[in-house]
Each structure stands twice: as structure tokens, then as C-alpha cells.
């Protein structure tokens, strides 16, 4: 198993271009969520989805679309990207959403630099 | 607004030595794990801690969960420089959270040898 792979894994990006993130998992995760990192700041929730079909909004979900239309992947798209938007981002999944002690598996993350 | 404070924030201390990083909330978690990542990977989960007041062990490493299921903490006995590294706490939501994970800031431990 390949786990969680991102891609790509260094992006830099002018304002007000767009592009989306690549997340894939194959261990059959119905859960699968986004999140960025920035320093001091610990993981921050964008966007979230318990299942094909499903997703919903984080903590800090403006400027951020998904989609899930297949159990293995969760792109995350940014519609015009802003230097507030620089930042790493984590891709994660587990087995499901409904019990306490799931464990999240993370990917490597995607660097983002926005000029 | 930072659901989860976690402190101190940076911790550089001397192999052998003991230290205790605190994770701390006004909200009750149905769970709160305990993560660490390295410089350019993701997060790698430890522990997960459900019950109040439960106590986990990890080699050199110990869990705690709060009774009101609020807060914890993570000691770790005779610091090595493997044990560096961002240590991360996350709360689990509950009722119309249930589904979202909540960060902490993070602590950034360096051990020396």
C-alpha cells in the first residue's frame, strides 16, 4: 500500500492563479480531510468528507473547494490563490469518521508558495 | 481561536532529562490523540486517549487524559534526541462536530545529546 500521496509535493503559484491539489488514498478510507499548517499555528481543518459524494467545511474553509466523487480521491482546489493562502498543506484519511479512536494517516504535504 | 492550547511551545532540554508537554481546553473530546511529525513529513499518530482519566504508556512515554476529558498530558522519562520533533495534541468532536479533528499549536522539542 501506497497510503495517502499528495502531489504536488512543491508549488509556487502568481495571485489570482488556480490550481488544485492532488490527495489519493488506497486502503479504502471513507474518511478524508485537508488541512493546512502554518507556523505557530499547529493543523488548521479546510474541508472534510465521510464518504463518496460527502464533503463538508472545516474551520477555515474560504477560498478552498473539494470534491469527492471517488472513495480514493480528495483534490482541493484553490479558485484564485492569495499570498495568505502560502502554507503547507496535509492531506489525511481514515478508516472511517464515527468512532473516537480512529487514527488519521497523513501524507507528506504540499508546499505552497503564493507570490 | 485555538481550541486546544498546548504549552510550553518550545522545549530544548538535555538527554536524560524529564519533561512534560499539557494540552489543555474549555471543551469536552469524545477522544484526544497525541501526534508527532518530523521536519517535511505529515503527523504520525502516538496514543489515543478516549476514556477520562485513562493512562497510556509508550515506552518511555506517557499519556494522560483528564477526567473531564478536557485535557491531557504527555511526560516523557529520560529524554533521548530521537524524542525530537513537533509534538501535536488533537481533540475528536462530538455531536455537531463529530467528524472534525482540532489541533493544537504544537510543541517543538529538541533534545541534546
Known amino acids: 500500500n501506497a497510503g495517502v500521496t499528495q502531489t504536488p509535493k512543491f508549488q509556487v503559484l502568481k495571485t489570482g492563479q488556480s490550481m488544485t491539489l492532488q490527495c489519493a488514498q488506497d486502503?479504502?478510507?471513507?474518511?478524508m480531510s485537508w488541512y493546512r499548517q502554518d507556523p505557530g499555528m499547529g493543523l488548521r481543518l479546510i474541508h472534510y468528507?465521510?464518504?463518496?459524494?460527502?464533503?463538508d467545511q472545516g474551520e477555515v474553509p474560504n477560498g478552498y473547494n473539494v470534491s469527492r466523487s471517488t472513495t480514493e480521491d480528495f483534490p482541493l482546489r484553490l479558485l484564485s490563490a492569495a499570498p495568505s493562502q502560502t502554507s503547507v498543506y496535509f492531506c489525511?484519511?481514515?478508516?472511517?469518521?464515527?468512532?473516537?479512536?480512529?487514527?488519521?494517516?497523513f501524507g507528506p504535504g504540499t508546499r505552497l508558495l503564493v507570490l | 481561536t485555538q481550541l486546544l492550547e498546548q504549552s510550553p511551545q518550545f522545549l530544548s532540554i538535555q538527554e536524560g532529562e524529564n519533561l512534560t508537554v499539557y494540552c489543555n481546553s474549555s471543551s469536552v473530546f469524545s477522544s484526544l490523540q497525541w501526534y508527532r511529525q518530523e521536519p517535511g513529513e505529515g503527523p504520525v499518530l502516538l496514543v489515543t486517549v478516549v476514556t477520562g482519566g485513562e493512562v497510556k504508556k509508550l515506552k518511555r512515554l506517557t499519556f494522560q487524559f483528564g477526567d473531564a476529558r478536557k485535557d491531557s498530558s504527555l511526560h516523557i522519562t529520560a529524554a533521548q534526541p530521537g524524542d525530537t520533533g513537533l509534538y501535536l495534541c488533537?481533540?475528536?468532536?462530538?455531536?455537531?462536530?463529530?467528524?472534525?479533528?482540532?489541533f493544537g499549536r504544537g510543541t517543538q522539542l529538541t533534545v541534546w545529546p
Open positions: 486502503m479504502n478510507h471513507e474518511y
Open positions: 488533537a481533540g475528536a468532536g462530538r455531536g455537531s462536530t463529530l467528524g472534525r479533528l482540532y
Open positions: 468528507s465521510v464518504g463518496a459524494g460527502i464533503t
Open positions: 489525511a484519511s481514515s478508516y472511517s469518521w464515527r468512532g473516537a479512536q480512529e487514527t488519521q494517516y
